[in-house]
């Protein structure tokens, strides 16, 4: 604790007046895309994180693209890839960022928001610099060590391990590898003695003529609005209240950790005119419950540290082969697509009440039709789906466009609660697409110059039972954001968030429901001293309101230095106060390239971190990350394997990149 406090107070007051380049800072949009779901293991937060960076180091030739990697960049509407399309085609090319504003949909945040990601050249064949080749290779670990080391319940030691290798042999080829160890897991040796405990790679090319893409190994599909198939992020409830439902991205290769979310096989895309088609066939091991000779169900976590953990590994074969057609004309585009899926061992979940409609058996089936109908001033996207049992999901939604100031977004779903995804990740308040309707409805207003409000309502019921519940519930969240750009220097934001559903009470002697309320009050300034210098100060409480009231609180100063071109820290003093576990507040916090941390605070403590990033060479990069975490009023932290017998945790994190 100590250790890590001198190196913040030194990052905090040792500073010069050196100017630095302005840089291309990513950070806060990252944050808020993922700060509202970062409980919600189902989505791959880290494929996001890895696009976005990619292209932010790749920007796209905004003039001279297309529409399926407008896509990938995850940030845009359909509505607005086809007004931005139909504007050039108009008009003809954009010459700077600020032209967005006057297209269609597009406001001054947007702007800011895709500016790193962006370029504007005239010419379709101007000399770019090609995207290189890149190694990384990442360790972390703590310096306390959890009673699951020191009883030898984990087979493998406290160091997490991580390499990935990405080159591009010809413009046109891209392959990948990419390999990773949890701390725990046993290395070399064990149950294990093939080095890392997942591995993962592929083989990408992209022929010029009808086919568009190849893909062997691993990779990536999305559809639709995501009820049958998707792979990969998807949009949520947050800050960008007009913008939930992603385009998909069709396929792409995978890179990312998710040990059991991605297909493994061979891919192809490709188009003719108006026309595109996928096919795919993906044969993969995943992670099993195993009971006699039947499965009750998938975990996702990805652990491997322990002889139970150890038993569940690679117990399934999912095989999944699928394909897809569409057709565009003008602004409409309607699609169709069809996947299979068969199992080995039949998935047998336990019997219970909520799982009376689960899929059960050895293969699936879904047929999905999707479409999208761009207007003048409204957009408008759909996709019904069935399964094999003959459940049936829907989901539809419209952007509108009521003025330059304002934009609203509709959304409604119906899930049946027998209808069975393949692998479906759809905008839901569950984490899979099954046994839900709700209606969403938000906003974004543009009330005055500098002043931007967003605001969102969503209400939502289960139709029949889900885990740990006595009967069918329901719930309405509601959300507001008022954001004023004081200057060019200064920013500042409120922010509240408020939700109600019906729930279960577990602990009650007789089971009963409760109508479970909370609120959450978030004020944030940020503060640019100079093109190297910014502070952010937040203010954080959340209220659990019933059936029992806990107040819990956060406060937090960060800072970004940039102390010179090969030079910077990132820095944060976090003090929170929170009565349980039910009263945590989450935060972003800066990482090393191509990670993401959100840790979840309760009880009473601090948290300081320091983020160094160093340039060595042109080619050679490295990052190093010490935090500590302390609580105030405990002498262990944790539960069970993971438990420590302090009172403070200090991690590491280093990693180096090697571009070639």
Do not use: C
């Not at 297209?103 to 064949?125: V, Y």
Request: proline share 3%; aromatic share 14%; charged share 20%.
């Amino acid at each position: 604790m100590k250790y890590t406090t001198l190196l913040f107070a030194a990052f905090l007051f040792s500073f010069n007046v050196s100017f630095a380049q302005e840089e291309k800072n990513i950070d806060q949009i990252i944050e808020s895309l993922l700060e509202h779901f970062v409980d919600d293991e189902s989505l791959n937060k880290e494929q996001l994180i890895i696009d976005l960076y990619h292209y932010a180091e790749n920007p796209i030739n905004i003039n001279y693209t297309s529409a399926e990697e407008l896509r990938k960049l995850h940030l845009l509407s359909e509505f607005q890839i086809s007004q931005l399309q139909s504007y050039i085609q108009q008009y003809g090319n954009l010459l700077s960022i600020h032209e967005l504003q006057v297209i269609k949909g597009f406001t001054d945040a947007d702007k800011q928001r895709l500016a790193p990601f962006l370029t504007f050249q005239q010419e379709f064949n101007i000399t770019t610099t090609p995207t290189k080749n890149e190694l990384i290779s990442r360790i972390s670990s703590t310096l306390q060590t959890p009673n699951g080391y020191k009883k030898g319940v984990y087979q493998g030691s406290k160091l997490k391990k991580y390499f990935r290798i990405k080159a591009f042999p010809k413009s046109n080829i891209q392959v990948g590898v990419t390999a990773e160890t949890d701390a725990g897991e046993p290395f070399f040796k064990s149950r294990n003695k093939y080095g890392f405990d997942f591995y993962s790679g592929y083989f990408s090319f992209r022929p010029k003529r009808i086919i568009n893409e190849v893909i062997v190994g691993d990779y990536r599909m999305q559809h639709g609005m995501g009820l049958a198939i998707w792979y990969g992020y998807k949009n949520s409830k947050g800050a960008q209240t007009t913008q939930i439902t992603t385009p998909a991205t069709g396929l792409s290769p995978y890179s990312s950790t998710d040990e059991n979310r991605f297909l493994r096989g061979v891919a192809s895309y490709g188009k003719i005119k108006s026309w595109r088609w996928n096919l795919f066939y993906s044969n993969h091991k995943i992670d099993g419950n195993k009971e006699n000779q039947t499965v009750t169900s998938h975990p996702n976590s990805g652990l491997h540290r322990t002889e139970n953990e150890l038993d569940k590994k690679h117990q399934q074969t999912e095989q999944i082969t699928g394909a897809t057609v569409s057709y565009q004309r003008n602004t409409f585009q309607i699609g169709i697509g069809y996947f299979l899926q068969k199992y080995k061992l039949p998935l047998i979940p336990q019997q219970r009440p909520d799982n009376l409609f689960r899929f059960t058996g050895k293969s699936n089936s879904n047929i999905s039709l999707n479409y999208t109908w761009h207007l003048n001033f409204l957009s408008l996207m759909g996709e019904i789906a069935q399964s094999k049992s003959k459940g049936l999901a829907i989901a539809q939604s419209a952007n509108v466009l009521l003025s330059d100031q304002l934009k609203m977004t509709l959304h409604y779903r119906n899930i049946a609660r027998d209808f069975h995804s393949i692998a479906g990740t759809t905008f839901s308040q569950s984490s899979s697409p099954i046994n839900e309707n709700g209606f969403y409805s938000g906003i974004e207003f543009l009330p005055w110059e500098n002043w931007q409000v967003n605001a969102y309502m969503d209400s939502y019921q289960f139709n029949w039972l889900k885990y740990n519940e006595i009967s069918p519930t329901d719930g309405y969240d509601w959300f507001l954001q008022i954001k004023r750009q004081l200057n060019r220097l200064n920013s500042i934001y409120l922010r509240i968030k408020h939700s109600s559903n019906r729930r279960s009470l577990t602990d009650a002697p007789i089971k009963q429901l409760s109508n479970i309320k909370s609120s959450s009050y978030r004020l944030q300034y940020k503060h640019t001293f100079n093109d190297r210098l910014s502070s952010t100060s937040r203010a954080e409480v959340k209220q659990l309101i019933s059936p029992e009231k806990e107040t819990g609180w956060l406060l937090a100063q960060t800072f970004k230095w940039q102390a010179s071109p090969k030079l910077k820290l990132y820095g944060r003093v976090a003090y929170f106060n929170t009565p349980s576990y039910a009263s945590r507040i989450y935060i972003y916090e800066n990482d090393a390239l191509y990670n993401f941390s959100t840790p979840a605070f309760w009880d009473k403590g601090v948290r300081l971190y320091i983020l160094t990033q160093l340039k060595l060479k042109k080619s050679l990069s490295i990052w190093l990350k010490l935090s500590d975490t302390y609580k105030l009023n405990q002498e262990q932290m944790g539960s069970g394997n993971n438990q420590i017998q302090a009172s403070h945790l200090t991690e590491f994190k280093l990693q180096l990149r090697y571009r070639f």
